[in-house]
C-alpha cells in the first residue's frame, strides 16, 4: 500500500509536469496543479501518497526487521502522510491571487511536509548503509540548495526534494520486502 500510494503521487506530479503546458515545473510548485483543471487527479495524489506513507511509517515502526526498525523515522513519515492528506483537502492559493485560509494551512502543511519528510529519509537510509544515507542526502542538498539560491527554480527543487523521498521509500519498502521474506 505504500509503495502504491506513494508511486500514484509521484506519477501524478511526474505526468503533470510533462504534460501540462499551462504550469512551469521549473518554477512553480506541484501543489498548483491542485486547484487547476487536474484539480481532482492531484488532490487524489495528495491523498494516496498521504495513506502510502501512513502505511509505510507503520511498517518501519514495527513491523521490520528489528535492523531496520526505527521509531523515529516512523513518527516522522506518520507526520508527512498525515500532513498529505490535510493538504488533499486545503488547497493552496494560486500566485497572484489572495490568501485564503485554505492556502495558509496548505502551506503550514507544505513546510511540515518538507521539514519531517527529508528528515524521515535521512533517519531510515542510514539503517541500510553509507551509501544510501550519501545518496539521499546529496539529492536532499542539491533540492534544498535550489530552493536557497531563489533563482526563480522553486518547482524544479521541490521535484527534486520529492524525488529523493518518494524514490527513498519506494526503495526502502522493497528493501523490507526482502528483509520479511
Do not use: C, W
Amino acid at each position: 500500500m505504500g509503495v502504491a500510494g506513494v508511486s500514484y503521487f509521484g506519477l501524478t506530479i511526474l505526468l503533470l509536469s510533462l504534460l501540462d503546458n499551462d504550469y512551469s515545473p521549473i518554477s512553480q510548485a506541484a501543489s498548483d496543479y491542485g486547484v487547476g483543471r487536474f484539480a481532482t487527479e492531484m488532490n487524489l495524489g495528495f491523498l494516496l501518497g498521504g495513506v502510502g506513507l501512513i502505511a509505510f511509517a507503520l511498517v518501519i515502526g514495527g513491523r521490520g526487521a528489528a535492523a531496520v526498525r526505527s521509531r523515529a523515522g516512523s513518527a516522522l513519515f506518520l507526520v508527512a502522510g498525515l500532513v498529505l492528506i490535510m493538504d488533499s483537502y486545503f488547497t493552496t492559493n494560486m500566485e497572484g491571487s489572495p490568501a485564503t485560509l485554505h492556502g495558509t494551512i496548505h502551506g503550514f502543511g507544505g513546510f511540515v511536509f518538507f521539514i519531517t519528510a527529508p528528515i524521515g529519509v535521512l533517519v531510515i537510509s542510514r539503517k541500510f548503509g553509507r551509501a544510501r544515507v550519501l545518496a539521499a542526502a546529496v539529492g536532499l542538498v542539491v533540492g534544498f540548495a535550489m530552493l536557497a539560491v531563489n533563482a526563480g527554480l522553486s518547482g524544479l527543487a521541490e521535484r527534486v526534494i520529492l524525488l529523493v523521498i518518494f524514490s527513498s521509500v519506494i526503495v526502502t519498502a522493497k528493501s523490507l520486502a526482502g528483509f520479511q521474506g
